[in-house]
Structure formats: C-alpha cells, structure tokens
T-cell receptor, first 112, second 113 residues
Framework: GNSVTQMEGPVTLSEEAFLTINCTYT??????LFWYVQYPGEGLQLLLK?????DKGSNKGFEATYRKETTSFHLEKGSVQVSDSAVYFC???????????FGRGTSLIVHP | SAVISQKPSRDICQRGTSLTIQCQVD?????MFWYRQQPGQSLTLIAT?????????ESGFVIDKFPISRPNLTFSTLTVSNMSPEDSSIYLC??????????FGPGTRLTVL
C-alpha cells in the first residue's frame, strides 16, 4: 500500500536558518506529491506540489523536488522566519484519487 | 481553489451528547471529505460524502457514530454522536481540486468533558 514517512519533530531553528524536512514515500505507480502546512489554530493549506519525476514545486520560498530514484520529496527553505512556525505534512495521491495518504506531520518552531 | 467554511469553529461538550458540524463550500463539488485529527497526530479520513448517495466510511468509522448528510453540492454535515472524551479532536472537511490536491476548511475543535 501507499505510505509516507516524515522526519520526527519538533524541528527548532533560529530565524534565517536553512530548513530541510525529510519526506520519503512508498507507492505503486506514479503518485502526485504534496506538502501541506497547518498554522496554529487553522486547517491545512496546500503549500506546494509536484506531479511527476524531477518536477520542483515551490511557494513562499519553500521548494521540494520529486525524486523518483530515492522516492523522496524533501521540503527546503533557505531562510526561515518566525511566521513559518507550523506543522508541515507530506502527502501523496495516486492518479485519479482524491484521497491522499498523509505523513505524521513535522512541527517547525522558529525562534527570533 | 475552493473556499470552505465550517461551523462551529470550536465547542466544549458533555459526554453522551451529540454535535453537528457544518461545512460550506463556495462552489459546487461532487465529493466532500471528513477527517479527524487527534491531538498532535496526522489526519484520518472518516468518510467520503457524495451528493445524493450514502457516505462511504473508512475502516473503524460507522454511520451510527458519525452520520453524514450531503443535501446539495455545496454543503455537508457531520454529526459526532454519543460523545466520549476520546472524540476530542479537530474535525476537518475538505474537497478535491483538479490536480488531486485537497482544500481544507479551518476545522472544528471539539473538546468532550
């Protein structure tokens, strides 16, 4: 079956530090890959996505590249801000399916 | 994208009572989804709600405990019945996008005493 594995949190960084949150997946076929962000007290928002191998999704300074050879979709940002403090969820969705498989989520805490 | 609202945003309820959560979408959609997010956990799909048919429940969730209505293409309700403290969670509704992504409502934060 499908599964998504994320690094455990919390990840604690100082402002302007470099961020990497690891995500690897197991899936049949060629899924679409997503990162969602959940700010405190809110629902999930789509942050970025990639639909095929070597695609790079990007948004708000965050990037992730669909690596089929390593079945990974690591989230990166060059310089985090306090406002980036949130829980980040990696997810995959098979073609034709609206029901994603979510990772456990990684909490990011950014200190001033 | 879709804009989704939920009511109530939060509630504190007594055990044994029921709470109905409303989900409103700003456009017509075929499928709506209900999720539960227990404290510090990921999302668990409760059921898929299609307009004009019975909801499809995931393993571990039953209609008697989580009845769902889907009266039209922009609205759905989820009822949490006969609540216990274990039902304390965030309940989220969502709809699918064209690229297999999902758009989520802000969630309903439920505490059962």
């Amino acid at each position: 079956g499908n599964s998504v594995t994320q690094m455990e949190g919390p990840v604690t960084l100082s402002e302007e530090a470099f961020l990497t949150i690891n995500c690897t997946y197991t899936a049949t076929g060629y899924p679409s890959l997503f990162w969602y962000v959940q700010y405190p007290g809110e629902g999930l928002q789509l942050l970025l996505k990639a639909t095929k191998a070597d695609d790079k999704g990007s948004n708000k300074g965050f990037e992730a590249t669909y690596r089929k050879e390593t079945t990974s979709f690591h989230l990166e940002k060059g310089s985090v801000q306090v406002s980036d403090s949130a829980v980040y969820f990696c997810a995959l969705s098979r073609l034709g399916s609206y029901i994603p498989t979510f990772g456990r989520g990684t909490s990011l805490i950014v200190h001033p | 994208s879709a804009v989704i609202s939920q009511k109530p945003s939060r509630d504190i309820c007594q055990r044994g009572t029921s709470l109905t959560i409303q989900c409103q979408v700003d456009s017509q959609v075929t499928m709506m989804f209900w999720y539960r997010q227990q404290p510090g956990q990921s999302l668990t799909l409760i059921a898929t709600a299609n307009q004009g048919s019975e909801a499809t429940y995931e393993s571990g969730f039953v209609i008697d405990k989580f009845p769902i209505s889907r009266p039209n293409l922009t609205f759905s309700t989820l009822t949490v019945s006969n609540m216990s403290p274990e039902d304390s969670s965030i309940y989220l509704c969502s709809v699918g996008g064209e690229g297999n992504e999902q758009f989520f409502g802000p969630g309903t934060r439920l505490t059962v005493l």
